[in-house]
C-alpha cells in the first residue's frame, strides 16, 4: 500500500515538474529580467539554464515529499537527488548528441528532452527510494550536500558564467544572463 502511494507521488511530481518547468521557461522574461527570477529561472537559451526547468520544480516538490516519506523510505532524498541529477544528465547528453549527430538544434527536441529527462528523473527516484542500500545514514546529508551545492551553482553560474559551450546561448551568442548582476 506505501509503495503505491510512492507511486501515485511521483505520479504527481512528474506532471508538476512537467507543467512548472514549462512555465518556468517564461519567467525571467516575464518579470523584466528581473535578478531574483534568473536566480531560479532560465535567463537565456543555454544548455545550462535549461537545467533549471527541471532541478527547481524538482526540487520543490522533492521538498513537499520528504514530509509525506522520509520516515518510511529512510533513502528518500538519496532517490530523489540521484533522480534530479540523473533528469539533468540526460539533458546535457542528449542535447550534444543530437546536435552533433544533426548538426542543429532543434525546439522540439528540446521540448521533448525536457519530458524525458523529468520521465526518467521521477522514474528513477520510484525504484531507488525502497532501496535499502540507499539507506545508510550518512546517505541523507550526503544527498542534501549535493542539492545544495547543485542549487548554488545553478543561481551563481547565471550571473558568473564561464565561457565554455555549456553555457552559450546559441539564440545569440552570448553567455548568461543578458544584463548581468542588475
Known amino acids: 500500500m506505501e509503495k503505491r502511494r510512492l507511486f501515485f507521488w511521483q505520479l504527481g511530481a512528474l506532471a508538476f515538474v512537467w507543467v512548472a518547468g514549462t512555465v518556468a521557461h517564461f519567467i525571467y522574461e516575464w518579470s523584466g529580467q528581473a535578478l531574483w527570477a534568473g536566480l531560479f529561472f ?11 526547468l527541471v532541478f527547481f520544480p524538482s526540487l520543490f516538490f522533492l521538498c513537499i515529499e520528504y514530509a509525506k516519506f522520509s520516515r518510511r523510505y529512510p533513502a528518500f532524498l538519496a532517490g530523489k537527488t540521484v533522480g534530479i541529477l540523473a533528469g539533468m544528465l540526460l539533458i ?11 548538426g542543429v538544434q532543434v525546439p522540439w527536441a528540446n521540448i521533448l ?27 541523507a ?8 551545492i ?6 551563481a553560474l547565471s550571473y558568473v558564467t564561464p565561457h565554455i559551450p555549456l553555457f552559450l546561448d546559441p539564440s545569440t551568442g552570448l553567455y548568461g544572463a543578458p544584463q548581468g548582476i542588475q
Open 42 to 52: 532560465p535567463v537565456n537559451e543555454s544548455v545550462w539554464e535549461h537545467l533549471k
Open 92 to 102: 546535457v547528453v542528449g542535447y550534444y548528441t543530437y546536435t552533433g549527430v544533426w
Open 113 to 139: 528532452l525536457f519530458f524525458l529527462a523529468v520521465l526518467l528523473s521521477e522514474s528513477l527516484a520510484w525504484l531507488l527510494i525502497p532501496q535499502e542500500g540507499l539507506a545508510a545514514h550518512w546517505m
Open 141 to 148: 546529508p550526503l544527498a542534501a550536500a549535493v542539492l545544495l
Open 150 to 155: 547543485v542549487a548554488v551553482g545553478m543561481m
